[in-house]
């Protein structure tokens, strides 16, 4: 099914519909279509016919319920064929590391040995919601052609409240989802606890900013299988499902607006600033802040969200920007060696774009509320109890990068090749048969994250569960803080409490440049007094999803015509390892 965005949904202070629990109950359909937006530059899949998915409001003990309709073209025999084989745990593990990640046969990344398949398997991930992450389940995905899966979740009580939100989380397919725009907001509210409840900002204005790119292969309006990290300048910004700049915001004078955002970004953190104004942080990943300060800037890492005040007294037109970024690989002499290029800018996000236009009008509406608020509520009951339950193990973690051959897991014997790079978690590439380790559910434990790339500050997430960061690069925070997604430059550590039920937990890099090509990986939740194996039999799928059959042997290469990348092989053709020489 296509759609077409009408020209009257950009109008100005536009904002994704939203749907709220009625008697504790949100039952919702989402729908994927193809939706052309954009002003007709971008054709790609979208929620309920448009290019940003509805806000979905619930409270602490609402049940909620999620049907997922995928409407696109059923995936090809090819994938098909490459889904069960990486669902076959006794398949070769190389092979299927390879299939997984869209790898070429020695672990190279944008040159996909068997294409960027999966682009029409579609599943759902709640990026902040403590929600069973066996219910959840991103492991498996459903086809097009109408099939649906629903998911119901009982959202606890003791749910923290804040800013979630939800997206498409098929292995191998982020970054085409994250610039097609499959997400939308998910806020958990209702409570004393809530920032919403102090006073000033609820009487605020509330504004919703769900930021990301688009980037399509030339000469169509499909977007990119993946984002070149190199010479790549072409991508825009979009907000809400709109362009950037043409994304028009108009508010009147002395009001105060609290903007809620999210980053559906590809890689980069979004530095956000506004002409003429100082924000004032107000929460990260949906936990207030623990104190309250103005700020030139506020920073929205990929996958994570943020939420800040500004007043607007004078009359005027303002931009948000959002701040060049190039992983500390800036100016001649730096893109001379680590890539051969010698220009001042060769990473693709080093350039400043304009996210947001706003108008401020000579009139006077509603109240002059004080500003910035004096206090904010505290972290909620359960987060202090999880705070002080000891820590019963000290685990390293390490979001690893390779900088020559092999490849972590990819063995390699062949002759002398400039230096290659792979992303992965503990010197491994992500493969949906291996699990890192067992967890103890209802336990907590210390991870140490590190991580040997330090310019680009990987955004570590896991799903389900929250985190409290203890220190970051070496330096003990004064207040530890809550966090569901956070960025590690040189190293972190987090005191973080897991499920008391079995389950899959999926721990990756939240930028989908790096999740895409392996940098991810499961751990297992298991009761004390069961003996759940490390590896689940390759049968263990949600039941409503459809059988295939498993396959033994590596399915053949896929033939240019039938290969979704092969628009953009020339383009990738001219990209190079993406920090070598870091």
């Given at each position: 099914t296509f759609l077409t965005l009408s020209a009257a949904t950009a109008a100005a202070n536009y904002q994704p519909d939203s749907l709220s629990s009625v008697d504790n109950v949100l039952d919702?359909?989402?729908?994927?279509?193809?939706?052309?937006?954009?002003?007709?530059?971008?054709?790609?899949?979208?929620?309920?016919g448009s290019p940003v998915g509805p806000t979905l409001r619930v409270k602490p003990g609402d049940l909620l319920k999620v049907t997922l309709i995928n409407n696109l073209d059923p995936v090809s025999d090819l994938d098909k064929e490459l889904y069960a084989y990486t669902k076959d745990y006794s398949a070769d593990a190389v092979n299927r590391t390879i299939i997984l990640n869209r790898l070429d046969s020695i672990g190279n990344i944008y040159n996909a040995t068997h294409g960027y398949w999966g682009l029409n398997y579609m599943n759902l991930h709640f990026h902040g919601a403590t929600f069973d992450p066996e219910i959840e389940n991103t492991r498996d995905a459903i086809d097009g052609g109408g099939e649906s899966i629903t998911y119901t979740f009982e959202i606890p009580e003791d749910q923290a409240p804040g800013l979630c939100w939800y997206h498409n989380h098929f292995h191998g397919t982020a970054q085409y989802s994250m610039l097609s725009g499959l997400y939308g907001f998910l806020v958990i509210e209702g409570t004393n606890d809530d920032i919403t409840a102090v006073p000033e900002i609820a009487q605020a204005t509330?504004?919703?900013?769900?930021?990301?790119?688009?980037?399509?292969?030339?000469?169509?309006?499909?977007?990119?299988?993946?984002?070149?990290?190199?010479?790549?300048?072409?991508?825009?910004?979009?907000?809400?499902?709109?362009?950037?700049?043409?994304?028009?915001?108009?508010?009147s004078k002395g009001e105060t607006v609290l903007f809620r955002a999210a980053s559906a970004s590809v890689e980069p953190a979004y530095e956000l600033t506004i002409d003429g104004h100082m924000v004032v942080p107000v929460a990260y990943d949906g936990y207030p802040?623990?104190?309250?300060?103005?700020?030139?800037?506020?920073?929205?890492?990929?996958?994570?969200?943020?939420?800040?005040?500004?007043?607007?007294d004078t009359p005027g037109t303002y931009e948000i920007r959002r701040a060049a970024w190039n992983a500390m690989i800036d100016g001649i002499e730096m893109c001379t060696a680590v890539f051969g290029i010698p220009l001042e800018a060769c990473i693709s996000f080093d350039k400043e774009v304009v996210v947001a236009t706003i108008v401020v009008e000579d009139v006077t509406d509603g109240l002059m509320l004080s500003y910035p608020p004096e206090e904010l509520p505290g972290y909620n009951s359960h987060l202090i109890e999880l705070a002080n339950q000891p820590s019963i193990k000290t685990r390293q973690v390490g979001l690893d990068q390779a900088h020559h051959y092999p490849i972590f897991q990819i063995p390699y014997d062949g002759p002398f090749v400039p230096?290659?790079?792979?992303?992965?978690?503990?010197?491994?590439?992500?493969?949906?048969?291996?699990?890192?380790?067992?967890?103890?559910a209802g336990s907590c434990e210390t991870w140490e994250l590190t991580t040997n790339n330090p310019g680009v500050g990987h955004t570590f997430h896991i799903h389900s569960v929250p985190f409290l960061v203890l220190q970051t690069d070496g330096v003990e925070l004064g207040k530890p803080a809550w966090r569901d997604t956070f960025p590690v430059y040189f190293n972190a550590t987090i005191h973080v409490c897991f499920p008391k039920h079995d389950g899959y937990l999926n721990v990756h890099c939240h930028m989908p440049s790096h999740q895409d090509i392996g940098m991810a990986g499961y751990y297992q939740v298991?009761?004390?007094?069961?003996?759940?194996?490390?590896?689940?039999?390759?049968?263990e799928l949600i039941s409503s999803l459809p059988t295939t059959s498993p396959v033994t042997s590596p399915p053949t290469k896929a033939p240019v015509s039938d290969d979704t990348s092969a628009a953009v092989l020339p383009n990738?053709?001219?990209?190079?390892?993406?920090?070598?020489a870091s």
């Open positions: 919702v359909t989402l729908t994927v279509d193809m939706v052309t937006s954009l002003n007709g530059t971008r054709t790609a899949p979208g929620y309920n509330e504004q919703f900013l769900m930021l990301g790119e688009t980037l399509t292969i030339p000469e169509t309006t499909i977007p990119m299988p993946f984002f070149p990290v190199v010479m790549e300048f072409s991508w825009e910004a979009v907000t809400n499902g709109h362009l950037g700049p043409a994304y028009e915001l108009t508010y802040v623990t104190s309250i300060n103005e700020e030139p800037t506020v920073t929205v890492h990929a996958g994570s969200r943020a939420e800040f005040m500004v007043k607007f230096p290659g790079t792979g992303f992965g978690i503990n010197e491994l590439l992500f493969d949906t048969a291996y699990v890192h380790d067992e967890i103890e298991v009761r004390k007094e069961t003996n759940t194996p490390t590896k689940a039999p390759a049968s990738s053709n001219r990209m190079l390892s993406f920090f070598v």
